[in-house]
């Protein structure tokens, strides 16, 4: 079989369709940073790590808890102290405009529990707004939980303290999240000193009775890690982790959960769930990688309130591996539409020895439906939630699990990082010049913030990008950058100070503030001045908190972007060497919106998919042209036979010497045609004695077929005797130098002798002795009349020829009268 040529096979490679769409996909690579800044370049950014001349926050560290960005101030709670930071004040410095204090006064009684001295403080860990205008802050109190209210704008209190049992943990390390809706506070932590009550509760609702979930029932909450609270339509949602009781078989498996209550809901009747919450409902968020095998990211440690992505209000969630596995983390995004519609599919429960969880069938499900809201939907003809029927109650007390899982957005995870755990998250969606990029801020436990660019949404109808060509509207992600910010020699902190607790972003100061334990850090979110006045690097930087904007160079995006075309920006020269006049660096061609300010017009690049296209589809026509040519050149040749001695040519009647009585005749038609030569002569050319002689290497002229021979201009030739007369139409082939001229009309004694090469005729000039005798050499002419006697001798002269000198095949004459 013979090999197929190199570029039939580069085609076929292009040709050959990949895997199937549901085929398993490798697991992702880690994406590489396009800039690392290390700490000696954050090394300059503001810190604050307590108040001068706290001795005990100078000795113990800040130990952050809890971050609100409330009005133009950032709150941050921490042990003992709550600070207040104007976010209007100059960048370079990050100091609390006022704070306030609050100690714990049962430190002794705590010590004598068996607590340590350092834990028996007073971390607040409770720090949400009430209203307008004030907030509600929880401790732990050394262990005895307590919430006070306080003025948003002086920090005093305002009130009496109340009780924090269920609204606040009783020790710093456990999870706790809480929100004002309607109201009333939603929280979600442990009711006990021992943690062993997880509770959802609500409370501190005017004339409301208090609601919580029901007690010590694993099917309800089992460890859970508490971890965001958000309103959405009538309901209260709440995400967590838990130890899985439907994976109870596999061991202690962490799963990630969203539960729901209703905001009307007002517990159950006096028999069945009195006080407890009638609507709970709870289903699993699944973050994995698709496959044959699923691999799932099941630890829930960050998700953010609800964003617009891709028109639709979504969350966006960070996953983490289970605690004993290989690190890694993903970050997945959720439709809230699509969680609702989870919530109204089947009921799960065990069943069988083995106690397998399975869905519950429909006909058994009572109606209304278990976890709707009172007067809504199904139970719109029931006023409050004591009037549901008993059966509904009861089944939604042993059924609070639902069958199957969200799936995120997509299908799939948007960002995936291996070898490290990341722990916090923060999203900015209305990123870049027109607000239209998504950008996530990952906190990890090293110490680092990764900054990681999303895509982009389509900007308005009508509306000019700025950028190059179509934006960035694919799904993959962009890592920008690697920021190192932990420096232990300037943020004190226990074991693990490195771990990022909290990420804060302010997007009118463009800036992000990052908490460990022991400080805060207070970090732009662009470092556009390290470009300068260089527009290559600006570009390539792919950074949408910076723009080219000429004569200013790389600057951060400005409030306000002027619209439109601005002088210089679509090719302004930078001072980068060997900047000027040459193309843009790789990476900041089209599809890069955030970095240059262009208005449309021809001068637009073309699109990166189109040009990859074109390239790709370019390629292919190529390989197949090539392929073809070279399939079409390596086909066998038919075996060549060998040559064929030429047939005799046909007799030729030749004219009596003399002037013929009509001048022009027709040679052509008297004899057959002569077969082709395989090369031309060039055009003769007129000689000094008006012969005409062989010309330059040019295109012969051919004689059409009839048309007569041209005559040749009377007068002597140059030969030693006169020429022929106008009618000689014989053609005097050259020979070799011979004693004098000889007879050609004479015929031959003999069969003429083989044929020669061209190479060896000679001219028939006189000139030295031909010498022996033999046969003759050249064309043989008679007379038209018959034998030799007929012939009339007649000296020969060179004549002078109007054809070209042709040096055709030697000719027979007809054999005279009597030869045999």
Same mark, same amino acid.
């Given at each position: 079989m013979p090999a197929l040529p190199l570029p039939s096979l580069l085609l076929l490679l292009l040709l050959t369709p990949g895997p199937p769409r549901g085929a398993a996909q490798p697991f992702p690579q880690d994406l590489v940073a396009r800039s690392t800044v290390g700490l000696a370049a954050t090394a300059a950014y503001p810190r604050f790590g307590g108040l001068r001349g706290d001795n005990v926050t100078a000795q113990l560290g800040l130990d952050f808890?809890?971050?609100?960005?409330?009005?133009g101030t950032l709150f941050v709670a921490a042990r003992d102290h709550i600070y207040a930071f104007d976010l209007g004040q100059d960048k370079g410095t990050l100091y609390p405009e006022r704070h306030l204090t609050w100690e714990t006064r049962d430190r002794a009684n705590c010590a004598m529990r068996g607590r340590l001295q350092d834990e028996c403080h007073n971390y607040i860990r409770v720090l949400v707004p009430r209203d307008a205008r004030t907030l509600l802050a929880c401790g732990t109190n050394a262990f005895s939980p307590l919430c006070r209210t306080y003025q948003v704008s002086s920090l005093e209190q305002e009130g009496e303290d109340v009780s924090g049992q269920a609204r606040c943990p009783f020790d710093a390390q456990q999870s706790i999240v809480a929100l004002f809706v309607d109201g009333s506070l939603y929280s979600a932590t442990v009711a006990d000193f021992q943690a062993s009550d997880a509770v959802i509760y609500r409370s501190l609702s005017p004339g409301r009775p208090p609601l919580r979930t029901l007690k010590y029932s694993s099917r309800w909450l089992q460890e859970p890690h508490f971890?965001?609270?958000?309103?959405?339509?009538?309901?209260?949602?709440?995400?967590?982790?838990?130890?899985?009781?439907?994976?109870?078989?596999?061991?202690?498996?962490?799963?990630?959960?969203?539960?729901?209550?209703?905001?009307?809901?007002?517990?159950?009747?006096a028999r069945v769930l009195?006080?407890?919450?009638?609507?709970?409902?709870?289903?699993?968020?699944?973050?994995?990688?698709?496959?044959?095998?699923?691999?799932?990211?099941d630890v829930l440690e960050a998700v953010t309130p609800p964003r617009a992505l891709h028109g639709r209000a979504a969350v966006l969630a960070l996953f983490g591996t289970q605690p004993n596995s290989i690190p890694g983390s993903a970050v997945c995004a959720f439709y809230l539409a699509d969680v609702e519609r989870a919530f109204e599919g089947p009921f799960a429960e065990p069943r069988g020895a083995a106690g397998a969880w399975t869905p519950v069938p429909e006909e058994r499900v009572p109606q209304p439906r278990p976890g709707c809201c009172a007067g809504m939907g199904p139970a719109a003809g029931i006023s409050t939630?004591? /009037?549901?029927?008993?059966?509904?109650l009861s089944f939604a007390k042993e059924h609070p699990l639902l069958h199957g899982a969200v799936a995120p957005a997509g299908g799939r995870p948007l960002f995936?990082?291996?070898?490290?755990?990341?722990?916090?998250?923060?999203?900015?969606?209305?990123?870049?010049?027109?607000?239209?990029?998504?950008?996530?801020?990952?906190?990890?436990? /090293?110490?680092?913030?990764?900054?990681?660019?999303?895509?982009?949404?389509?900007?308005?109808?009508?509306?000019?990008?700025?950028?190059?060509?179509?934006?960035?509207?694919?799904?993959?992600?962009?890592?920008?950058?690697?920021?190192?910010?932990?420096?232990?020699?300037?943020?004190?902190?226990?074991?693990?100070?490195?771990?990022?607790?909290?990420?804060?972003?302010?997007?009118?100061?463009q800036e992000l503030f990052v908490a460990f334990a022991g400080c805060l850090v207070r970090l732009p979110l662009g470092r556009c001045a390290q470009h300068g006045a260089c527009r290559r690097s600006c570009l390539a930087a792919r950074d949408p908190y910076c723009v080219w904007l000429p004569p200013a160079g790389c600057v951060p995006v400005p409030e306000h972007l002027p619209i439109g075309p601005a002088p210089g920006t679509d090719g302004a020269p930078g001072s980068c060497a060997g900047e000027a006049g040459e193309p843009a660096a790789a990476g900041d061609g089209g599809g890069d919106r955030a970095h240059g300010v262009r208005g449309p017009g021809p001068g637009a690049a073309v699109p990166v998919p189109v040009l990859v296209g074109s390239v790709l589809g370019a390629f292919a026509l190529g390989a197949l042209a090539a392929g073809l040519l070279s399939a079409s050149c390596r086909r066998p040749a038919a075996p060549k036979a060998p040559p064929e001695p030429a047939p005799p040519p046909a007799p030729r009647l030749y004219p009596v010497l003399g002037p013929p009585p009509e001048p022009p005749r027709a040679e052509a038609s008297l004899q057959a045609p002569p077969e082709a030569p395989p090369e031309r002569a060039p055009e003769p050319r007129r000689g000094p004695h008006g012969c005409l002689e062989p010309a330059g290497p040019g295109p012969p002229r051919t004689r059409a077929l009839g048309e007569p021979r041209p005559l040749p201009p009377p007068g002597?030739?140059?030969?030693?005797?006169?020429?022929?007369?106008?009618?000689?139409?014989?053609?005097?082939?050259?020979?070799?130098?011979?004693?004098?001229?000889?007879?050609?009309?004479?015929p031959p004694d003999s069969p003429p002798p083989p044929r020669r090469a061209l190479a060896q005729r000679h001219s028939l000039e006189a000139g030295p002795p031909l010498?022996?005798?033999?046969?003759?050499?050249?064309?043989?002419?008679?007379?038209?009349?018959?034998g030799p006697g007929?012939?009339?001798?007649?000296?020969?002269?060179?004549?002078?020829?109007?054809?070209?000198?042709?040096?055709p095949k030697p000719l027979q004459a007809p054999a005279a009268p009597g030869w045999p």
């Open positions: 808890q809890r971050m609100l960005r409330l009005n971890v965001q609270v958000l309103p959405y339509g009538p309901f209260v949602y709440f995400f967590f982790r838990e130890v899985s009781v439907e994976l109870r078989a596999m061991g202690k498996v962490l799963v990630a959960r969203v539960a729901r209550v209703c905001r009307n809901d007002g517990g159950g009747s009195e006080r407890r919450w009638t609507s709970f409902l709870k289903v699993r968020l699944l973050c994995a990688l698709p496959g044959d095998s699923v691999f799932a990211f939630s004591a /009037d549901f029927p008993d059966e509904t995936t990082r291996t070898g490290t755990r990341l722990t916090r998250l923060a999203a900015d969606t209305g990123a870049g010049p027109w607000r239209n990029q998504t950008v996530l801020f990952l906190g990890a436990e /090293d110490g680092r913030v990764l900054k990681v660019l999303m895509g982009t949404q389509q900007p308005p109808a009508g509306t000019p990008a700025p950028g190059d060509g179509d934006g960035d509207t694919g799904s993959e992600a962009l890592l920008l950058e690697d920021i190192s910010l932990y420096d232990p020699g300037r943020c004190r902190g226990p074991r693990g100070a490195s771990r990022v607790l909290g990420l804060e972003l302010h997007g009118p100061g002597p030739g140059p030969g030693p005797g006169p020429g022929p007369g106008p009618g000689s139409f014989n053609r005097v082939q050259p020979r070799a130098a011979g004693p004098g001229p000889q007879r050609l009309d004479v010498g022996a005798p033999g046969l003759p050499r050249g064309l043989t002419r008679m007379h038209s009349l018959g007929g012939a009339r001798p007649r000296a020969l002269e060179r004549s002078c020829s109007t054809k070209p000198p042709l040096l």
